[in-house]
């Protein structure tokens, strides 16, 4: 979901307003609660937020809901509301996967989700080559010829690779995979900015384009291992990581 944010300033400062209070008031408290604000203090009760951001109760109810569907807080009676660990947070949220990433970023994160890419994409990949239509594969092969057109200076070379991924989850024809397409370009975006720095180039064109021949051609175990090819690359070079800037 794609939500315009104005205006927002960390917390303890009120959230100025913008075009959706409700939103804003998520995004200010959502960010706090992952960079460990309330790590070390309880979290606000309904009453304090209200006052603490200069919003309506039902504005603070409504956004602490939000985070309760999202992991980030649960409550108890006579506790009241609570920060919930990390590990019952919804990390295949969008929101919730966008501040973790904007966060001091760390190796383990982004390790861990191209260690998850590498169980999703290959198969995608395979069922691609199996399934994919005529519209499906043109579709990943206009994204492989935006990353050649911004490789060349035309266009931007993130979106393009982001593009080609998405593409190849689409064309697998399978709903849950096609699920991850929400996921992708967020967590993608902080991994392929990050690699591409330490390799001192884009993404390899050759790799893709591998991927995107076995699919046309329709050989699924060439296709699945391309896609493993192409991501235990970038694993390799977060190994060789120590830290991100």
Same mark, same amino acid.
């Given at each position: 979901?794609?939500?315009?944010?104005?205006?927002?300033?960390?917390?303890?400062?009120?959230?100025?307003?913008?075009?959706?209070? #409700?939103?804003?008031?998520?995004?200010?408290?959502g960010r706090s609660i992952v960079v460990g604000e309330y790590r070390e203090k309880p979290f606000p009760n309904e009453a304090e937020l209200a006052e603490m951001h200069g919003v309506s109760r039902s504005v #603070?109810?409504?956004?602490?809901?939000?985070? #309760?569907?999202?992991?980030?807080?649960?409550?108890?009676?006579?506790?009241?509301?609570?920060?919930?660990?990390?590990?019952?947070?919804a990390l295949f949220d969008t929101d919730v996967l966008r501040w973790l990433l904007d966060?001091?970023?760390?190796?383990?994160?982004?390790?861990?989700?191209?260690?998850?890419?590498l169980g999703v994409e290959?198969?995608?990949?395979?069922?691609?080559?199996?399934?994919?239509?005529?519209?499906?594969?043109?579709?990943?092969?206009?994204?492989?010829d935006r990353m050649q057109h911004a490789e060349r200076g035309d266009g931007d070379a993130l979106d393009a690779d982001i593009a080609f991924h998405v593409a190849v989850l689409i064309a697998s024809g399978n709903p849950f995979l096609v699920q991850f397409r929400s996921m992708v370009? #967020?967590?993608?975006?902080?991994?392929?900015?990050?690699?591409n720095r330490i390799a001192g180039r884009t993404a390899s064109i050759s790799d893709h384009a591998a991927v995107h021949e076995a699919i046309a051609a329709g050989d699924a175990a060439a296709?699945?291992?391309a896609m493993t090819v192409l991501i235990e690359d970038v694993l390799r070079l977060i190994e060789g990581m120590t830290d991100l800037p």
């Open positions: 979901m794609t939500r315009t944010v104005e205006n927002i300033v960390p917390a303890p400062e009120r959230v100025v307003l913008g075009r959706n209070l #409700t939103y804003g008031l998520l995004e200010t408290l #603070t109810r409504e956004a602490v809901k939000m985070l #309760t569907a999202k992991g980030l807080l649960g409550a108890r009676p006579k506790q009241g509301t609570f920060v919930q660990p990390e590990s019952a947070w966060r001091k970023s760390s190796i383990l994160l982004v390790r861990q989700f191209n260690e998850l890419r290959p198969e995608a990949a395979a069922l691609a080559a199996q399934r994919g239509n005529l519209a499906d594969i043109e579709g990943i092969a206009i994204a492989l370009p #967020t967590a993608l975006r902080t991994s392929i900015r990050y690699t296709a699945k291992q």
